[in-house]
């Protein structure tokens, strides 16, 4: 029997503790996500005999072929949106707004108002309205973004300039971004428009105005790309960003009025 090939980087994965001992999830999970993002192949778990990676992998007597660094995958064509009369709704005790999240995930406050200057190269920003998988392998965020006096304009055109300059801060890539946008409706009935944007290693919606703040721009980010494994059972990340937009009252322009709900 061939054993498992275990190829990449599977860290240890420490709990973090409070100073009464008791397990900090925020920092866990905070701890769980910064590893990811440094590019780890996967975490795992210590015990007495090592490291075991935390999954099962498909056995193989060779390494596998090195991947190659994502890009924005082209808008989901999924048609079938996920069902989200279950999901629990969050009350931000910070921004004006609610959102709903799946049953199970973790809801982690934020702690003070977001800054661009601060926070938006931050995708672990304490200034989010954070959401963890039960794996913890997927985080959504939700916040608000303050807006100059009288510079919001209700326009497509306003909003994608907005997001080129919050992306030369904090993604990439910065360029094209008119060719890959989709859309937004914000309420039902009015559409005020918004955008959802795919990026390299993430998706995110941005929104302002009718039942939101007009003075700030709402976004809501998925932080995992298009195409990774841990969206998979979403149909994607972009699918999932759709069902925590459509909690929000915000849908993709081309859903008919009648799907909108």
């Known amino acids: 029997m061939t054993a498992p090939f275990w190829h990449g980087v599977f860290p240890a994965v420490t709990t973090q503790l409070k100073k009464d001992q008791s397990i900090d999830h925020e920092a866990t999970a905070r701890h769980i996500e910064a590893l990811i ?33 994502s890009t924005p995958s082209t808008p989901s064509t999924a048609t079938a949106a996920i069902d989200t009369s279950t999901w629990t709704t969050y009350t931000s005790g910070r921004y004006d707004l609610q959102v709903g999240h799946p049953p199970g995930w ?33 985080r959504v965020s939700v916040w608000s973004a303050p807006l100059g006096p009288d510079e919001r304009e209700e326009t497509i055109a306003y909003h994608q300039a907005w997001v080129e300059a919050y992306c030369e ?45 007009a003075e700030a721009m709402t976004i ?16 994607g990340a972009q699918r999932l960003l759709e069902a925590f937009l459509s909690t929000m009252e915000v849908w993709p322009a081309s859903t008919p009025r009648r799907d909108r709900r």
């Not at 015990?47 to 999954?55: L, Q």
């Not at 094209?176 to 919606?205: M, N, S, T």
């Not at 809501?220 to 149909?235: I, K, N, Q, T």
Request: proline fraction near 11%; charged fraction near 20%; glycine fraction near 8%.
């Open 220 to 235: 809501v980010a998925v932080w995992r790309p298009e195409s990774h494994p841990s969206v998979a059972r979403y149909g």
């Open 106 to 138: 973790t809801e982690i406050p934020a702690s003070r108002d977001w800054e661009f200057d601060t926070d938006a190269a931050d995708f672990l920003s304490p200034a989010h309205e954070a959401f963890l998988s039960p794996s913890g392998h997927v």
């Open 169 to 213: 801060a904090s993604n990439t890539p910065c360029t094209g971004i008119d060719d890959r946008a989709v859309e937004l409706c914000l309420e039902k009935w009015d559409c005020h428009p918004g955008l959802l944007v795919p990026f390299q290693d993430d998706v995110q919606a941005f929104f302002s105005g009718g039942i939101y703040d």
């Open 37 to 69: 993002a440094s590019g780890v192949t996967g975490v795992g778990r210590d015990r007495s005999d090592g490291i075991e990676p935390i999954g099962t992998p498909s056995p193989s007597s060779t390494p596998s072929t090195p991947s190659t660094p």
